[in-house]
């Protein structure tokens, strides 16, 4: 062959390259399985090694070993990026301030200045600034850690690269949305389906000029670390962005009462769709900032703020069918399966029935015509049934008594807390020997909270568990990856990312790690209550030999419903086994005391009756930042009683039995130092 046509031809394969390379970096959608690209890549490292003189920047051997997840380096934020929790009516606003109004202890006409920022909808990015220049922005990742997008967002002309204020602190972590504006997504030639997208992908570009084609749009809303920042409300904070020459949303306001807050909802609802970027609520925070840090977070949502999403959007449709999905805890959820139907720019095919009950009280048949509503990212549900429009001939929906998946009898429990039956149907198998639920626990094994094994989704379970790769889930440390390089849609490639992945997760911090186990009632929260108390995955191990778990009923926030549990989890041998391998191929990261070197260090403390402005939640928060602990039983571990108004005599009478020193909220208040 001549020289240039030879060139030729390698120009035209890495041009090819380039295309499907960024279709799959992008994760917007490959036009070529993973083989083929694999294939692709080869084909141009030959041609490379025979003829020495074709170069290209863009050639494989330069960015190949760079895998999607490794596309940027990954960075922990210095203060997490949380989320919201979301409000859909009047009724949850009142809710959201009555909770706060009850965590501060105030009264009813306590009036709560909140900050209403429009929630655009965009990709939310971190900005470092340090000695007044931007120095690393970050994407938000899981929350914990985010991507180095830095030279991405350098393209966006709304970020400053040097502010030239006195006033701007030392260090700071500025935080707000990156967008594209209606108005210029219609311009754009391209494959995305909504502005949401365009912003996403082109902020994940490889390649900064990639980011630099779309124009994208970057407002500040919030900030996370900080070293001299000197303002005390939401509403001063927003001005100092404006000042510092950030752009700030427009239609931000600052509003007292949930009167005003539905008022300005709704106005703004109305020019929704005339605004020129995509917003799906608003966001409202307390605006003072000593009120917010009094409130702190609950999970990984701040206590201060929410986010009110626009009205749902709802539709007619048909139920063609109800299928049962079997949940990890064995929970039978009956789907309906409905004509598919557009709301609100979303087929929608699918709609939960939530549960046997559900069903029974709205009488809902195969064959029925219903409205459906989709609200926010809630999964579609069923509102009503159209009876008018029902067949004669249409049957009252049987619910399975056996599971679907394994024939066991299936159950409704009895709940000693409501003292009433479950309104969920379970199937009664113990786990791992019902195939669905085995199935369930290990994509929830493999889950985001847990092992956050990246690109190991939730197809990729199924099909591995049908092939008989993985039963249990310590098999996913076992794969046999030459056997995988051989399936249908797998590569190379692939194959070394998840291989990547796998090895990545199997370092894991004890929280995860009994949080991925899935045991019914073991949410993440309480998964970090029992890591902090057991402090390693030996002595969690140890407890599938006790016969007694009373011992833990001492974690606040451990009750007996968690202690049945755990029981039921410990005693079934399968679980053991799961466990016992796992601990030997993991290397599980034990708790360590961290910066806990407050106040009230090494200090356990019980609460009882009510205190004064201040609730049970706020004082049991202010007693854990200050390095102290909570516990539930009196017993000789406790060290403080710590009694408010109408204290439970029981409580106290087993304290001065115990010599557990009693104390009223002053003396409390003393020890602390006072709140900061
Ligand atoms: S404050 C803990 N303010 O909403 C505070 N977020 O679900 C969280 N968002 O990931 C962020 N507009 O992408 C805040 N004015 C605003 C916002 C806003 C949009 C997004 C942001 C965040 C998500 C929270």
Redo the contacts with the bound molecule.
Sequence with gaps: MKKEKIKDLYKKKIKEFKHHNLLYFNKNNPKISDADFDQLKIEILDLEKKYKYLKSKDSPSKILGSKPSKNFKKVFHKVP????SNAFSEEDLLNFEKRIINYIDETKDFRIEYSA????????ASLIYKNCKFERGLS?GDGSEGEDITENLKTITDIPHQINSKDFPHEIDI?G?VFIQNSDFKKLENKFANPRNAASGSLRQKNPDDTKKIPLKFIA??FGFEKGLKVNTQKSFLEKLRDWGFKI?PL?KTIIGVKNLMDNYHSIEKIRNDIDFDIDGI?Y?INDFKLQKRLGYVAN??RW?I?HKFSANNGISKILDIDIQIGRTGALTPVAKIKPINIGGVVVSNATLHNEDEINRKDIRIGDTVLVERAGDVIPHIISVDFKKRNIKSKKFLFPTKCPSCGSKTIKEFNYVTKKKDAVRRCSSEGYECKKIAIEKIKHFVSKDAFNIDGFGKKIVENFWKLNLIKLPQDIFYLDFEKIKKLEGWGRQSVSNIKYSIDNSKNISFERFIYALGIRHIGFENAKLLSKHLKSPQNFFALSKLDDFTELLNIDGIGETQIKSLKNFFSNKINVKVLDDLIKILSIKNVTKSRDNGLLKNKTFMLTGKLNGMSRAEAKSLIEKNSGSIISNVSNKLDYLIIGDKPTKRKVDAAKEFNVKILNQNELQNMLNKRS
């Design positions: 990026m949380l989320s919201l920022e429009p929630k655009i909808d965009g990709i939310s938000r935080r949305e809303y919030t949303n931000n966001v925070k949502a701040p703020a986010a």
